[in-house]
């Protein structure tokens, strides 16, 4: 859960000015079939991923430095179209919409994306360790690079992005050309 709005003032005024500004907050609320997904579980998942980037990047905003840059997570559901991703596309679709958006509106910030797909980390951890391991495979065997992501894949990205000071309303895809298959 963020901070309020009046904790997180205080603690933006207390650091200063920030270079560079990582939104990354999560969810994995409103996966489901359409038909029959909960309207609470994707409202759930706004509340969890769209209006703390949004509120965080708001309070952050008179505290970046104007050669900074402000960097979102999203996931690939904001551009696929896999059955069952619905509500956490929305979502992200949110996410991923906000950076040309800014960009343009924020400038001479420069306010970039990074789209993961499937990156081993804890939020997997929903499933079983024996049905992750045979997703992990699954989809390590879709991708061009025969793996999936790690944490660092994800790091590197945005490391790229925050030190690019010509890149601005860009999201970049980071999921190991899984996109590119059929």
Same mark, same amino acid.
């Given at each position: ?11 933006? @005024?207390? *650091? ?6 990582? $939104? ?5 609320? =409103? /996966?489901? #079939? ?61 996410? @991923?919409? *906000? ?6 509106? $924020? ?5 970039? =994306? /990074?789209? #993961? ?66």
């Amino acid at each position: 859960m963020p901070l309020t709005g009046g904790a997180s003032r205080w603690f933006f @005024a207390q *650091l200063g000015q920030v270079e560079h500004l990582v $939104l990354a907050f999560g969810s994995r609320k =409103g /996966v489901g #079939p359409f038909s029959q997904v909960d309207i609470e579980d994707v409202r759930q998942g706004f509340e969890e991923k769209v209006f703390p980037q949004f509120q965080c990047a708001q309070i952050a905003l008179p505290f970046v430095a104007r050669a900074g840059s402000m960097t979102f997570v999203s996931a690939v559901s904001a551009y696929t179209a896999a059955p069952g991703t619905a509500g956490i596309g929305a979502a992200n679709a949110a996410i @991923a919409a *906000l950076v040309p958006i800014l960009a343009a509106e $924020l400038k001479p910030i420069r306010v970039n =994306g /990074v789209a #993961p797909r499937v990156i081993d980390t804890p939020w997997w951890d929903f499933l079983p360790e024996a049905q992750k391991l045979t997703a992990f495979e699954h989809y390590g065997a879709a991708t061009p690079v025969g793996r999936i992501g790690k944490p660092e894949d994800v790091a590197g990205t945005i490391a790229f992005l925050v030190r690019n000071g010509f890149m601005t309303g860009q999201t970049i895809i980071c999921d190991g050309g899984m996109s590119l298959s059929a």
